[in-house]
T-cell receptor, first 118, second 117 residues
């Protein structure tokens, strides 16, 4: 079964500094996708970044980058130059397994609450 | 993503009443997914529907919960005889087709927060 682990219930970072949010996953399928979502206090789920298991390079989207270490089964989110508006819950999720006919399902971690201090 | 529309945003029901949650997918999307987020938890898959078909309902509670996606109109998640434990945020996502799914984002609506009193 798919499993996502986010070991940091809460993280603090100073404004303008970088922060890394951890995510490890467990799957036996070689084909899968990894996502990060942001959930601010208003509650919506905002897509941030996607990494495919066969992608050769780490995904980047603006200030977000995904540190993908396939052998370690980790997909950490790096936020550079933190802003006050980055304070939110962050969820790591995995789609798949693609070969098992469940390539539409997302499995989520429990999330990390990031607080950016001024 | 604002393209997936859910309503209502907030819903309060007394124990024993019925709750109906609506999801209009993004234009051109024919696949709809419902997820539930209990307090302090991540989202959990409930059901996957295509137009007029339930494809996978493995995450749905066996009783009181049902979902549909008719040929016309929004997808509906229906909870009969609600109990306090049904209080949660319910999210809907949509995608254009299964073939593209593995390479695309999954767009979520803003969610419906159900409170059972």
């Amino acid at each position: 079964a798919q499993k996502i682990t986010q070991t940091q219930p809460g993280m603090f970072v100073q404004e303008k500094e970088a922060v890394t949010l951890d995510c490890t996953y467990d799957t036996s399928d070689p084909s899968y996708g990894l996502f990060w979502y942001k959930q601010p206090s208003s509650g919506e789920m905002i897509f941030l970044i996607y990494q495919g298991s066969y992608d050769q390079q780490n995904a980047t989207e603006g200030r977000y980058s995904l540190n993908f270490q396939k052998a370690r089964k980790s997909a950490n989110l790096v936020i550079s130059a933190s802003q006050l508006g980055d304070s939110a819950m962050y969820f790591c999720a995995m789609r798949g397994p693609n070969s098992g006919g469940s390539n539409y399902k997302l499995t989520f971690g429990k999330g990390t609450l990031l607080t950016v201090n001024p | 993503n604002a393209g997936v529309m859910q309503n209502p945003r907030h819903l309060v029901r007394r124990r024993g009443q019925e709750a109906r949650l609506r999801c209009s997918p993004m234009k051109g999307h024919s696949h709809v997914y419902w997820y539930r987020q209990l307090p302090e938890e991540g989202l959990k898959f409930m059901v996957y529907l295509q137009k007029e078909n339930i494809i996978d309902e493995s995450g749905m509670p066996k009783e009181r919960f049902s979902a549909e996606f008719p040929k016309e109109g929004p997808s509906i998640l229906r909870i009969q005889q609600v109990v306090r434990g049904d209080s949660a945020a319910y999210f809907c996502a949509s995608s254009p087709s299964l073939d593209l799914l593995v390479n695309t984002e999954a767009f979520f609506g803003q969610g419906t927060r159900l409170t059972v009193v």
